[in-house]
């Protein structure tokens, strides 16, 4: 068994910041790919940022610049800092992570979501 548990989420103004937090925990080997999507209400899950074990990135064009997506992997944890946020960044984000598990099966987890809303 697998479980990813996202902390940090809340209500912040436009402009300020968060950092997100994902700790992955169970029958790990070891962890790949790993990444946070969002979701907000009445569109379709996407794509924020992803890490590689190796420490290679990508972003969403949407968040280039702001976020910063980094990984501890002897804490088997990926983080998300978010700075400059904007109200179009409301949305619940999800953790997400390519795992090979003890008995070698490999697998994509997902976290049970927080939500991050950005309002006056």
């Known amino acids: 068994q697998v479980q990813l548990v996202e902390s940090g989420g809340g209500l912040v103004q436009p402009g300020g910041s968060l950092r997100l937090s994902c700790v992955v925990s169970g029958s790990i080997f070891s962890i790949s790919a790993m990444a946070w999507y969002r979701q907000a209400p009445g569109k379709q899950r996407e794509l924020v940022a992803v890490?590689?074990?190796?420490?290679?990135?990508n972003y969403a064009d949407s968040v280039k610049g702001r976020f910063t997506i980094s990984r501890d992997n002897a804490k088997n944890t990926v983080y998300l800092q978010m700075n400059s946020l904007k109200p179009e960044d409301t949305a619940v984000y999800y953790c997400?992570?390519?795992?090979?598990?003890?008995?070698?099966?490999?697998?994509?987890?997902w976290g049970q979501g927080t939500q991050v809303t950005v309002s006056s």
């Open positions: 997400n992570a390519d795992v090979l598990t003890l008995t070698r099966a490999r697998d994509d987890y």
């Open positions: 890490i590689q074990r190796i420490g290679s990135r």
